[in-house]
């Protein structure tokens, strides 16, 4: 037990770090790329993409041994539960991992999100939704699979296209919270990949079978079989957090008011029943899943992106008046 504390802490403590420091919350990715602005949407593209070739390696190796492979692809779980997500994240104004990171950098009131996230979780496990299992877990539900071909081979032309794509538009707009202060996308994307694949490692040295994620610690503590790598990996994301605020100065403990609580409560617990639902969250599916090459995780992240325009357009819709004329092109 003690080695998948001390691993799975170590982990967390990396990718809390790196979340921190890059802003990087799957909210403010989603949303900024709807608008134009995309430094967040670069680093994490650059980041999964690394991560895919990384993995592959791995899975290669005697690392591998006890760590799975692939995620099932159900769609209607996945898209119904993406999509749970994607409007969770525009009522609470951040991810799962945001709510993490973003406590350890001192925003007191994440703790409410997140105590709203694990009732949200333990409420959808007695949710059921009917629908077939397209793809079986394991290498089965990965695209390589699909395409019949190596996974390294996916994971290198899916870089090389990702760098292609950057790369050949570097005039684009990027943007972020503290831009003064927040990483490049370049060092997003290298920092994310880098901690994504050494979660990996930890979880192998360890004893758990996934990497970065969220979805399944709430109710492994509920159902009385801790999976204890897990739990320590979110306590770590918080405290990398806490060390990287500290060490860039942007350490700023501060409350919210009651509207901002009622928020963060109501969108923590859709993020909890939507990331039960879809069986992985923002990490375990739009990172780990990602890097993995699983179909079911492009789908989730596809339908967070939508849920997040759709929600975020009806509360621009709710919040305008009446009586100004809606804007034209």
């Known amino acids: 037990m003690l080695e998948m504390i001390a691993t799975g802490a170590l982990a967390g403590a990396l990718m809390g770090f790196v979340l921190q420091r890059s802003d990087l919350c799957f909210h403010s990715m989603f949303a900024g790329a709807w608008q134009g602005r995309t430094r967040l949407l670069r680093g994490w593209l650059l980041g999964v993409s690394l991560a895919s070739v990384g993995l ?22 996945n898209v119904v539960g993406g999509v749970i997500i994607g ?15 973003k406590l350890g950098a001192g925003m007191l009131g994440a ?12 409420a959808a496990t007695n949710v059921s939704l009917d629908g077939p299992t397209v793809l079986a877990g394991g290498e089965a539900g990965t695209l390589p699979a699909v395409l019949g071909l190596p996974r390294l081979l996916v994971a290198l032309v899916l870089l ?4 292609a794509l950057l790369w050949g538009r570097r005039g684009v707009r990027g943007a972020g919270s503290d831009r003064s202060r927040a990483w490049s996308w370049p060092r997003i994307g290298v920092g994310l990949g880098v901690v994504t694949v ?6 192998g040295l360890g004893g758990s079978s996934f990497g970065p994620s969220t979805v399944g610690a709430a109710n492994s503590v509920q159902a009385g079989r801790v999976n204890w790598w897990l739990v320590a990996f979110l306590f770590g994301i918080v405290l990398g957090a806490h060390l990287s605020a500290r060490q860039s100065g942007r350490w700023r403990p501060r409350g919210e008011n009651p509207v901002r609580f009622l928020q963060l409560a109501a969108g923590g617990f859709l993020l909890g029943a939507g990331g039960w639902i879809a069986g992985g969250c923002n990490l375990g599916h739009g990172v780990s899943g990602v890097a993995q090459l699983n179909v079911s995780s492009f789908v989730v992240v596809a339908a967070m992106a939508l849920g997040v325009l759709a929600a975020g357009r009806a509360r621009s819709k709710a919040s305008r008046p009446a009586w100004l004329p809606t804007p034209t092109r």
């Open 56 to 77: 592959s390696l791995v899975y290669l190796t005697e690392w591998s041994s006890g760590l799975n492979t692939g995620l099932a692809f159900r769609p209607v779980q």
């Open 87 to 101: 409007v969770g994240m525009v009522v609470a104004r951040s991810c799962v991992s945001g709510l993490f990171y």
């Open 111 to 122: 703790a409410v999100g997140i105590t709203a996230w694990v009732l949200g979780e333990l």
């Open 160 to 163: 090389g296209g990702v760098v």
């Open 198 to 203: 050494a979660g990996w490692l930890l979880a």
